[in-house]
């Protein structure tokens, strides 16, 4: 069995495979921040939910947090009696990376293209919907050409919340109409909406700028299922890429 582990600036995403397959996941608070509380819900997840003892054949972890790396790592060997394997930008790939600086692109970025790549084929367009919105654009050689990184629909929405003085939070969903008639409808629709206007117009960007214009668009991260099923969005929704990415770059 391999452990995938994907640590993120709001939550860290853990994934168990068995025979090179994505089994299920467990999404922890990134704010968790003892060795003996992650290694504890890990285990548990394990083994409660899944009647699996911590015979783990190999960990791979993705960090954008170097804090919580190290926490990690030690987490893994105290617990799960591994070794793990970091990825980072001196991965041997089979591709161009096309970036100026390869260390300055984050590793949960390089795992999706690993993983779309391999699962999608290319040319291919992977948008991560995460604490940051992540756009990578893979050309029809299977060479990373580069991305697009903008906030993320709750990091906009939040800062919205923090500087409007009559502003509150309200729910992340579509909104039963357009024109709101209430602060809240308004909020909803304005966050909502304007963040599937960027999503709209950056795919068909993209494509043209491109000369794709029927280019794949892989849809990932933890806000993908409030867009999944709007119509000629994505091609595919695979909640799970990052993970697999790491699983792919580092099960060998």
Sequence with gaps: MFLAIDIGNTDSTIGYFRDRLLRDTIRIQSRTSTIDEIGTMIVGFLEKQHGLKTEILGVGISSVVPDLTKLYCSMVKKYLRAEPKILDHNLIVDFRVLYDDAAQLGTDRLANVIAARKLYGYP?????????T??????????????LIAPGIWTGAQALFEKGARLFPVKLE???KLIG????GALQSGIFHGFL??????????GRELGYPNLKVVGTGGYVELFKDYP????DVDPGL???????????
């Design 242 to 252: 990052t993970l697999k990415g790491i699983e792919i770059a580092l099960n060998r």
């Design 232 to 235: 000629g969005l994505f091609n």
């Design 174 to 176: 579509e909104p039963e």
């Design 124 to 132: 291919v367009l992977v948008i991560d919907l995460g604490t940051a």
């Design 134 to 147: 992540k756009y990578e654009i893979i050309d029809n050689n299977g060479d990373y050409l580069g991305g």
């Design 197 to 206: 206007g960027q999503l709209i117009y950056l795919n068909d960007r993209i």
């Design 181 to 184: 008639t209430n602060t809240i």
